[in-house]
DNA sequence: ACACAGGGTCAGC
DNA sequence: GCTGACCCTGTG
C-alpha cells in the first residue's frame, strides 16, 4: 500500500481487501451517497469527504495528507489485516466463506460511538431507507455545515445537546415515530454526562455493553452494534431478523426463539472475529433477500 | 384496498 | 420468560 498526494488528492495505491461498494454498502453507515460518477460523498466526524475508488487505486478528495493520516486512515480501519481475518473465517465454514468471497472487499469502519448509538436506535423496527431519511434530515436540521461538495451543503451529526433539546415537533418531522423519547432521552444521558459513551471504549465488552443498555431504546443487538460500530470491539454478534434467519438455516438448523441462544453459538463458532463475520453474512443476506424463492 | 413487514425494545403479565 | 404494542412508509 502506498500514500501519496496527487493533484490536490490524496491517494491510496495498491489497496487491497476494500470495495468502496461493499463497505458503504454493507449496512453499518448510512450518510454515504453514491454519486452519477460512481464516487461517494459523505460526513464523518464533522467532516466532508468525496471518495472513489478505480481498482487497486483509492482518490481522497482531500488537500492534505494530514487529514487521512489524522482520522480517514482510523475510519476505514486501514490498518487492520483483513486477509487474515478473512483466511481465519472461511476455514471456519462453507457459509461465510461464501460470504467473504461476495463481500470481499468489506472493512468494518471506526465511527463515531454518539453518531452510531442515535442511528441504530432509528434502525429499531425499520427500513434502511427511513433510516437513511431520518438521519439526513436530523442532521440538516439540527447538525452544523461543514462544508459544500458540487453545490450541496453536507451537515455534520447533531451534538448530544442540540438532539436532547430538539422540539418532539422535530422529531416528527423527521420520521422517527416512536423513537423519539429514545433519541430525546438517550441524547441526555449523553449530554449531561450521566453516562459518556466515549468511555465505554476502555471497559470490557460485556460491561460495556451493559452500560450501554441502560440508554432508553437500547436492547441487547442495538447495544452490540454500538460496540462493533463504534466502540472498537469486535467479540460482538449483532442479531437482527435476517441474521437470525441465516444462522438458523445455515448454522443450528432449526428455529430459534432465543436471540441469545444465536449469539451464543456465534460467539462460540467465530470467537474474537465474530463481528467480522456478522458484517460478511450481513451484507450476504441483505443482497440475496430478493432473490430467495 | 388493506394486510404485512421493516437492522427491536419495552411494559405488562 | 413470553406477548403485544409501538409509528410510519413502502410493497404486493
Redesign the pocket.
Known amino acids: 500500500m502506498k500514500i501519496f498526494e496527487e493533484k490536490n488528492m490524496v491517494v491510496i495505491d495498491e489497496v487491497t481487501d476494500f470495495v468502496l461498494d461493499h463497505i458503504f454498502d454493507?449496512?453499518?453507515c448510512f450518510r454515504w451517497e453514491k454519486e452519477t460518477d460512481g464516487s461517494y460523498t459523505g460526513v464523518a466526524g464533522g467532516q466532508l469527504l468525496n471518495i472513489r475508488q478505480e481498482g487497486p487505486t483509492v482518490f481522497l478528495d482531500l488537500t492534505d495528507r494530514k487529514t487521512y493520516e489524522h482520522y480517514w486512515k482510523h475510519y476505514f480501519d486501514m490498518d487492520r489485516d483483513y486477509a487474515h481475518i478473512k483466511e481465519v473465517l472461511s476455514a471456519k465454514d462453507e457459509m461465510v466463506a461464501e460470504a467473504i468471497r461476495f463481500g470481499h472487499g468489506l472493512r468494518v469502519l471506526n465511527q463515531d460511538a454518539f453518531e452510531i448509538l442515535i442511528t441504530?436506535?432509528v434502525?429499531?423496527?425499520?427500513?434502511?431507507?427511513?433510516?437513511r431519511h431520518t438521519i439526513a434530515f436530523l442532521s440538516e436540521q439540527l447538525g452544523h455545515p461543514v462544508g459544500e461538495y458540487r453545490g450541496k451543503i453536507y451537515y455534520a451529526f447533531p451534538t448530544p445537546k442540540s438532539l436532547a433539546q430538539a422540539d418532539y415537533k422535530l422529531l416528527?418531522e423527521a420520521?422517527s415515530?416512536?423513537r423519539a423519547s429514545?433519541i430525546k432521552d438517550s441524547s441526555s444521558i449523553q449530554a449531561s454526562g450521566e453516562t459518556d459513551i466515549y468511555k465505554l471504549k476502555n471497559l470490557p465488552t460485556e460491561m460495556a455493553k451493559r452500560e450501554l443498555?441502560l440508554?432508553?431504546?437500547?436492547?441487547?443487538?442495538?447495544?452490540d452494534?454500538v460496540l462493533l460500530f463504534g466502540l472498537c470491539k469486535q467479540d460482538v454478534f449483532?442479531v437482527?431478523?435476517?441474521?437470525k434467519r441465516v444462522m438458523e438455516k445455515s448454522y443450528m438448523k432449526q428455529e430459534v426463539?432465543?436471540l441469545r441462544k444465536i449469539r451464543n453459538y456465534a460467539l462460540h463458532h467465530f470467537g474474537s472475529l465474530s463481528g467480522f463475520a456478522?458484517?460478511y453474512l450481513?451484507y450476504y443476506v441483505?443482497e440475496h433477500r430478493a432473490k430467495e424463492e
Not at 431504546?217 to 447495544?223: C, D, L, N, Q, T
Open positions: 454493507c449496512g453499518q441504530f436506535i434502525s429499531a423496527r425499520n427500513s434502511i431507507p427511513m433510516i416528527q420520521k415515530a416512536f429514545y443498555m440508554f432508553p431504546g437500547v436492547g441487547p443487538k442495538v447495544a452494534c449483532p437482527d431478523r435476517w441474521i426463539s432465543d456478522q458484517q450481513f441483505m
